[in-house]
């Protein structure tokens, strides 16, 4: 085990569409205030390798790749810093993310959520890669030997399984890996849907009225709150049949830092017409300084380059030391 080092984080993030309010509030947002803590030391991957369990379009997933990062920038990232790279750029991802396949029971994988949910959702393409998802994102962490993983709700379950194998891969050799501790923020670890509360906002919804994209224009976000549905109480306030009121009240707790309460009682006596004008322009404000970074991000295509060429060169140092170690610990010969 490496000892005297800073405490690691790694976390990352799907190309599959420009991010949403939900994961820059429960993921990119954390990701920024922890780098900025300056505690740990802090690795930013870019899921490319888990986007294709989904069909990709080629070309929108390049596009979608270098768009992501500028955004992960934009947000406030320092690329420079620590590494911020491309998951298929470390290969390393797949060597352990094999090995680990070979450790992980398919009761368990079939137990997982995301996997029910993204297989009902495309019942034309149920890969083997959607199944055993958990297993390389299980090897994205491990390899890292992070310490705290920022991530929201429902990355919960996989965190458990990455727990559950990095113990079980320490107790069949020695200790080998950093058993991990998911982050999840105490407000807005999972975002819904603006159009059914009872599920979560996802980049990947067919209807973009759902969800509020990072870069979404003033007027858009304007729209798509005003849009949301609420109930017939006319009441801002939490409780039960209170999913979707509950979920902007979030939201504008996100963005404006007030608990809700406070929410609660500034709203009081007042229609959800006053609360959802207020719930836009505290959104609109808190994304404005991150879609003005990211125009001039976009710029410079020779500085994201960099980053990336840099990060994925920082990161496969620190992931090859585990890979050899854990192919040395189950018995193939060293090449
Ligand atoms: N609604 C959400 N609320 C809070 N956190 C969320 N995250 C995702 N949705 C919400 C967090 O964002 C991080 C990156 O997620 P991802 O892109 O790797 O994949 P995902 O969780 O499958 O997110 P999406 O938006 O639903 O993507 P698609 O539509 O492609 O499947 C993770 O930390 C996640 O917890």
């Known amino acids: 085990m490496e000892n005297e080092r800073k405490k690691r984080i790694l976390s990352g993030i799907q190309p599959t569409g420009t991010p949403t309010l939900g994961n820059y509030v429960g993921a990119l947002k954390n990701w920024v205030d922890l780098q900025k803590e300056d505690k740990y030391e802090c690795f930013y991957m870019i899921a490319d390798l888990h986007s294709i369990t989904v069909k990709q379009d080629p070309k929108v997933l390049r596009k979608n790749s270098l768009d992501l990062l500028a955004l992960l920038l934009a947000a406030g990232l320092d690329g420079e810093k620590e590494p911020i790279f491309f998951q298929s750029h470390v290969p390393q991802h797949s060597q352990l993310g094999w090995v680990l396949d070979c450790y992980t029971y398919m009761g368990e994988l079939s137990r997982m959520t995301q996997f029910k949910d993204k297989s009902a959702k495309h019942a034309e393409n149920i890969n083997a890669?959607?199944?055993?998802?958990p297993a390389l994102m299980a090897a994205d962490i491990l390899l890292y030997q992070a310490d705290m993983v920022p991530v929201g709700k429902d990355q919960k379950q996989h965190l458990e399984i990455t727990r559950d194998l990095a113990k079980r891969f320490n107790g069949a050799y020695s200790d080998t890996f950093v058993v991990p501790e998911p982050y999840i923020p105490k407000v807005g670890a999972n975002i819904m849907s603006l159009q059914d509360p009872m599920h979560k906002m996802s980049k990947s919804d067919t209807n973009e009225n759902a969800y509020i994209s990072v870069l979404d224009d003033p007027d858009r976000i304007m729209k798509k709150i005003k849009r949301a549905v609420t109930d017939s109480e006319a009441c801002v306030r939490r409780g039960e049949g209170k999913e979707a009121v509950e979920n902007l009240m979030t939201i504008y707790s996100v963005a404006t830092g007030k608990t809700m309460e406070e929410i609660e009682k500034e709203f009081d006596g007042q229609g959800y017409g006053v609360f959802k004008e207020k719930v836009g322009e505290a959104v609109v404000e808190m994304l404005r300084p991150i879609q003005e970074n990211y125009n001039e991000i976009m710029k410079n295509k020779d500085y994201l380059e960099k980053i990336y060429r840099d990060g994925a060169?920082?990161?496969?140092?620190?992931?090859?030391?585990?890979?050899?170690?854990?192919?040395?610990?189950?018995?193939?010969?060293?090449?």
């Open 129 to 133: 890669g959607l199944f055993t998802y």
């Open 313 to 335: 060169e920082r990161a496969r140092y620190v992931a090859n030391k585990t890979v050899s170690k854990v192919y040395r610990k189950v018995g193939f010969i060293q090449p």
